[in-house]
C-alpha cells in the first residue's frame, strides 16, 4: 500500500485537469523491435488514452523487423483500441531479430496478419494529420526518422494540397523526440540506420521540437520486479519485458519523452531552449548556442528515482488514486 500511495503522490502532478479539457491529439512514431522501452511507451499512451488525457491517432512503426508491426496491434488489441491504424514503412527488406516481437504476436489476438498488411507510413501521416484541426496534434517518435523524414518530403496528394512541411507546420503542436545525446554525442535513434533522415528532420522542422536525449532516460529505470507483479500473465506488455530480460529493468529513453509530451508539470525535467541541434553525417549531434526558439533538450530535474516511480505506474495502468 505504501508504495501505490508515492505513487499517488507522484502522479498528482499528471495532468490534473486532463477531464476538463478535450483529449491531446497523438501520434507515436516507434521502432517497437530491439528495445523493449517501445513497449513501455505504447502502454503508457494508452493509460493515457483510458483516462480520456490523449486521443491516440495512430502508430507509425518505423522497423524492419517483420513482426513489429503486428506486436503493435496485439497490444492495442489488448488495451481495447484494435481500430488504431497503423503504418510501416514499404517496399524494404524484412529481418526476424527481436527477442519479443514475434512471440508477442504469436501469443496475443491482433488484426494484421502481416507486415504488409499495415498502411503505408507517409500516406497514415498525412491522412491523420489532415483530418485534424491546426494545431492540434503532438507527434512523438522513440526511433529512427525514416518515416518522418518521408512526410516531411511528402508532396500534395488526395490527403491534402500541403506539402509534407506545410502539413506538420498547420497541423503539429509538438514534436517530442527521443533521440540524440546532449550537449553533444552519438545516440542510436539519430546514427542507426539512417543519419541522413535525423539531419533532414532536425534541420527542416517547421516548428517546436524538444529532444529527451539519452541521459535523461539512461537513469530512469523501470519494468522491473513492480511491473513482474503487477501485471497479469495475459499482458503483453508483461511478456513482451519478461522476454526481454526478464523483469531486470530497463532504461526508460522512450518513455521520457511520452511523459515530458503529455504532462502538465513542470517538476521533472528543465529545458535548454537557448542553442540548436546540429547533427553530422554520421548522426552524431551537438547543442549549439545559437539562436533557435523553436528547439530544446531536456535537463535533469526530479530524482531519476521518482522518476521512475511514475513511468512504472503509467506503465501498469495507474494514472491517479484518490486516498
Known amino acids: 500500500m505504501k508504495l501505490i500511495i508515492s505513487f499517488a503522490f507522484c502522479l498528482i502532478s499528471i495532468v490534473s485537469n486532463s477531464s476538463f479539457a478535450q483529449p491531446i491529439k497523438v501520434i507515436l512514431d516507434t521502432d517497437i523491435d530491439s528495445d523493449v522501452d517501445d513497449v513501455g511507451a505504447l502502454a503508457m499512451l494508452h493509460t493515457f488514452a483510458d483516462h480520456k488525457v490523449i486521443d491516440l ?13 503486428l506486436c503493435t496491434d496485439a497490444i492495442n488489441h489488448h488495451f481495447g483500441r484494435p481500430d488504431i491504424p497503423i ?12 527477442k519479443y516481437t514475434k512471440q508477442v504476436a504469436e501469443e496475443f489476438p491482433h488484426t494484421l496478419k502481416t507486415y504488409e498488411d499495415a498502411e503505408d507510413a507517409t500516406d497514415l501521416y498525412r491522412k491523420l494529420l489532415a483530418s485534424q484541426p491546426d494545431s492540434s496534434v503532438i507527434v ?19 490527403h491534402s494540397k500541403l506539402s509534407g512541411i506545410d502539413l506538420v507546420k498547420k497541423k503539429v503542436t509538438l514534436w517530442s ?6 550537449p553533444e554525442g552519438k545516440e542510436a535513434n539519430f546514427y542507426r540506420p539512417d543519419p541522413k533522415s535525423t539531419q533532414v528532420c532536425v534541420e527542416k522542422w517547421p516548428g517546436e521540437v524538444v529532444f529527451a536525449g539519452w541521459e535523461i532516460g539512461n537513469e530512469i529505470i523501470t519494468g522491473g520486479a513492480y511491473l513482474e507483479k503487477s501485471l497479469p500473465a495475459e499482458s503483453p506488455v508483461r511478456r513482451a519485458y519478461e522476454l526481454y530480460n526478464n523483469f531486470e529493468g530497463r532504461q526508460s529513453w522512450d518513455q521520457a519523452s511520452i511523459l515530458y509530451a503529455l504532462s502538465s508539470s513542470n517538476d521533472y525535467w528543465d529545458l535548454q531552449n537557448e ?17 533557435q526558439p523553436k528547439q530544446a533538450y531536456l535537463l535533469e530535474k526530479m530524482n531519476p528515482v521518482e522518476i521512475a516511480k511514475v513511468i512504472d505506474a503509467l506503465m501498469i495502468g495507474i494514472y491517479s488514486a484518490t486516498f
Open 57 to 69: 491517432l495512430g502508430v507509425i512503426v518505423t522497423s524492419d523487423d517483420r513482426h513489429a508491426p
Open 87 to 98: 503504418g510501416v514503412e514499404k517496399g524494404i527488406q524484412l529481418r526476424e531479430f527481436s
Open 140 to 158: 512523438i517518435t522513440i526511433g529512427h526518422l525514416t518515416n518522418l523524414r518521408h512526410l516531411l518530403e511528402s508532396e500534395a496528394d488526395q
Open 177 to 182: 523526440c527521443m533521440g540524440g545525446q546532449f
Open 275 to 291: 542553442g540548436s541541434c546540429i547533427v553530422a553525417e554520421d548522426g552524431s549531434n551537438q547543442w549549439v548556442q545559437e539562436d
